[in-house]
């Protein structure tokens, strides 16, 4: 399976600087966590920046720990360990509403991003929405792009 994580940019710098090996979420979804399963793909998306920036693979399933991951942080506590598949640096994150890619994905099918609300059509607003493998791929291969790509 394939979820969307929905995190601010603040939140996912802190990842990628002091734990990219671990995703940290409060425990209200802890429920949601325990569908997802070793194996399954993370696909990130940036809230305020509106773009994708990355794809990671679950390699432990969640678990919980009162163990501090990130300074001053106490209420993250339930754990997903993960392994990179694709990582752009911010120069490169592919933004949501670009027009090939929005026009690819099942996802975004019947959802004009020109509207208010879009962003609660297309299922972005919260994390651990399930992303069809085909849109996964999509946005992997538009990650992967070379920076001289239009995007």
């Not at 979420?25 to 990355?54: E, N, P």
């Not at 099918?109 to 299922?123: D, F, M, P, R, T």
Request: glycine share 4%; aromatic share 10%.
């Amino acid at each position: 399976m394939n979820y969307t994580i929905t995190i601010n940019p603040e939140n996912h710098d802190t990842f990628l600087t002091l734990n990219p090996r671990t995703f940290a979420f409060r425990d209200t979804v802890s429920r949601k966590l325990d569908k997802v399963k070793v194996g399954d793909r993370l696909v990130v998306y940036l809230a305020q920046k509106m773009v994708w920036a990355g794809v990671y693979q679950v390699s432990r399933e969640a678990y919980t720990s009162e163990e501090l991951l990130y300074p001053g942080e106490s209420r993250f506590v339930v754990r997903l360990e993960v392994e990179t598949i694709v990582e752009p640096d911010d120069a490169h994150y592919v933004e949501i509403k670009t027009a090939e890619l929005w026009n690819q994905l099942e996802r975004f099918e019947g959802v004009n991003h020109k509207k208010s609300g879009w962003i609660y059509n297309a299922q972005l607003a919260a994390s651990l929405c399930q992303l069809s493998d085909a849109d996964t791929q999509a946005i992997i291969n538009y990650l992967k792009r070379p920076a001289s790509d239009s995007r």
